[in-house]
């Protein structure tokens, strides 16, 4: 579904200040599958998120989206931001975030309504939609950030360290909604993150990144059975072998031998 080829970015490119960010990136992300980006602090994560959302230019290379390349922000796909307190509009209720996007759809009133209203249920917060997003704690306000991506009805969904701002019990709680909004709705997921335990936790694969200027170090498999629980799927002796056999491909490659 989507495929990323020998991506570039050069920042200020031409100058004496040129600064390469991503020096040579190629994967791929199939249909319904969620993968998990992580690499070192500065490895260009966001930057290359932004590229593949069409929000950035590649310095060269090219990312294609159901065989189409990308050079704008595409109707198909949505993204939700790690700051959640600045993607929210807060003069608007929660409803009203959630509707935003939805008037670049030629959608009816009552269509428009029923979406709403079933993703809002969807990420449980039903009775949530009459207050504004600084009525809400900061788990409630990513819970709507994730309703107004999936009203949109995106194939894929782009998230950028989207817990890196909550405590962990609501981290927990947001991974396994994402969990089960992917299973409910099908979306594809690429998800960056700097928590090796959660890329291992949620998704099918993780690509690794070097750091900058970045490449892919490796893709690893997760072959961790689903559905999967935040008790019984991080006490499997699988679920630590993956985490530290991640944790040094980031940290010291070099010992890195491929998991059993």
């Known amino acids: ?19 390469e960010a991503v020096a040579d990136l190629s994967f791929t992300v199939e249909q319904r599958e969620l993968v998990c980006i992580v690499g070192p602090s500065g490895a260009g994560k966001t930057t290359l998120l932004k590229m593949i959302a069409g929000l950035l230019t590649p310095s060269s290379g090219t990312v294609h989206l159901d065989g189409e390349v990308v050079t704008g922000p595409p109707e198909k796909m949505a993204l939700v931001f790690q700051d959640y307190s600045r993607s929210l509009y807060p003069w608007m209720t929660v409803e009203q975030n959630v509707a935003f996007p939805l008037k670049h759809r030629k959608l009816g009133k009552g269509e428009a309504t029923g979406l709403i209203r079933d993703t809002l249920q969807s990420v449980g917060l039903a009775g949530a939609g009459a207050k504004y997003p600084w009525q809400l704690s900061g788990g409630m306000q990513q819970r709507v950030a994730i309703a107004r991506a999936l009203a949109y009805q995106p194939e894929i969904l782009l998230m950028d360290e989207p817990f890196a701002s909550v405590d962990a019990q609501t981290r927990a709680d947001l991974e396994d909604l994402v969990l089960q909004l992917r ?63 991640v944790w040094r491909s980031i940290k010291r490659p070099e010992l890195t031998d491929a998991p059993v």
């Open 1 to 19: 579904m989507l495929r990323v080829e020998n991506l570039r970015k050069v920042y200020q490119e031409g100058t004496k200040r040129a600064f």
């Open 183 to 245: 299973a409910r709705y099908g979306v594809t997921v690429v998800f960056v993150t700097h928590d090796i335990d959660e890329s291992v936790y949620l998704s099918d694969r993780v690509i690794v990144l070097t750091p900058s200027p970045t490449r892919v170090q490796e893709i690893v498999d997760i072959p961790l059975p689903r559905p999967r629980d935040q008790v019984d799927t991080k006490e499997l002796p699988e679920f630590a072998q993956l985490r530290g056999y």
